[in-house]
Nanobody, 123 residues
Framework: QVQLVESGGGLVQAGGSLRLSCAAS???????MGWFRQAPGKEREFVAH????????YYTDSVKGRFTISRDNAKNTVYLQMNSLKPEDTAVYYC?????????????????WGQGTQVTVSS
């Protein structure tokens, strides 16, 4: 079992930054972590993934160069640094735990999920 708790969401103006955190507990050794987001009326979509050791990261095209995923295994925490935010980034952001490799961009590839944190970007 893995428990995940996200934090760091909020309201920010376009062009601003936020850093999301995902605190993990339970059997976290060897686990890969992903960030997903879901806007109202839309399906949950993949944002980023990081391998257990942190040496491999993968992003959806729309956030490349703006978002950075990282992790601190000593703290059992995964981060999503979001810069140059756009109104279209507005969504509930979820972290999820699954296999470290290969990268899986489908929600079904992750077994454990947090409760989500709201990110709202105003224009």
């Amino acid at each position: 079992q893995v428990q995940l708790v996200e934090s760091g969401g909020g309201l920010v103006q376009a062009g601003g930054s936020l850093r999301l955190s995902c605190a993990a507990s339970g059997r976290t050794f060897g686990v890969g972590m992903g960030w997903f987001r879901q806007a109202p009326g839309k399906e949950r979509e993949f944002v980023a993934h990081i391998s257990w050791g942190g040496g491999s990261t993968y992003y959806t095209d729309s956030v490349k160069g703006r978002f950075t995923i990282s992790r601190d295994n000593a703290k059992n925490t995964v981060y999503l640094q979001m810069n140059s935010l756009k109104p279209e980034d507005t969504a509930v952001y979820y972290c999820a735990a699954g296999p470290s490799t290969p990268v899986n961009t489908a929600p079904g590839g992750y077994r454990y999920w947090g409760q989500g944190t709201q990110v709202t970007v105003s224009s």
